[in-house]
């Protein structure tokens, strides 16, 4: 069964300093690995896609990589706009279409 | 920028009554999908469809229906509302084995 685990559960963070949010999965044939930002009340905004080992990603701030295990997001320098839920999900061959999602990290970024 | 949409935004209904919340996409994905979102908790999948004339329950039992009968369209629909039925209702669309995009949530409240 496919399994995606997000550390840690929440993280608070100085204007400004750096870190890294963590999504684990365990899945047979990963065919997609995706971090969305969400806010509260709202749906999930899409932000990566990484489908294979070594592959990186980049939009202002944020920074994502994925090895064969988990994939990391970077927030370098962030603002108290980063505050958010930022959410893991992965599709497999295991489960068609679908995505599994992680429980989510609740980042607050503190001016 | 995603062109998914949800209505209404909040919902507060009582018990008893049938109600269907709207979902539609202008992308043209074929995929589609309803989660259910309790607040601070994770997106538990309730229903999915991969086309037209196909639907298909998730992970998450449901008592709630969907419907399929244009691509562009994607209906839930509760026969009878519960207070358990309570939660956030999040729509989603996907072409195949890339990223979700998702509505903007619906905030049903049963009483």
């Known amino acids: 069964e496919d399994q995606v685990t997000q550390s840690p559960e929440a993280l608070r963070l100085q204007e400004g300093e750096s870190s890294s949010l963590n999504c684990s999965y365990t899945?047979?044939?990963?065919?997609?690995l995706f971090w969305y930002r969400q806010d509260p009340g709202k749906g999930p905004e899409f932000l990566f896609t990484?489908?294979?080992a070594g592959e990186e990603k980049e939009k202002e701030r944020l920074k994502a990589t994925l090895t064969k295990k988990e994939s990391f997001l970077h927030i370098t320098a962030p603002k108290p706009e980063d505050s958010a839920t930022y959410l893991c999900a992965v599709q497999s061959s295991n489960y068609g279409q679908n995505f599994v999602f992680g429980p989510g990290t609740r980042l607050s970024v503190l001016p | 920028e995603a062109d998914i949409y949800q209505t209404p935004r909040y919902l507060v209904i009582g018990t008893g009554k049938k109600i269907t919340l709207e979902c539609s996409q202008t992308m043209g994905h074929d995929k589609m999908y309803w989660y259910q979102q309790d607040p601070g908790m994770e997106l538990h999948l309730i229903h999915y469809s991969y086309g037209v004339n196909s639907t298909e329950k998730g992970d998450l039992s449901s008592e709630s229906t969907v419907s399929r009968i244009r691509t562009e369209h994607f209906p839930l629909t509760l026969e009878s509302a519960r207070p358990s039925h309570t939660s956030q209702y999040l729509c989603?669309?996907?072409?195949?084995?890339?990223?979700?995009?998702f509505g903007q949530g619906t905030r049903l409240t049963v009483v």
């Open positions: 899945v047979s044939g990963l065919r997609g």
């Open positions: 989603a669309s996907s072409e195949s084995h890339t990223e979700a995009f």
């Open positions: 990484l489908y294979s």
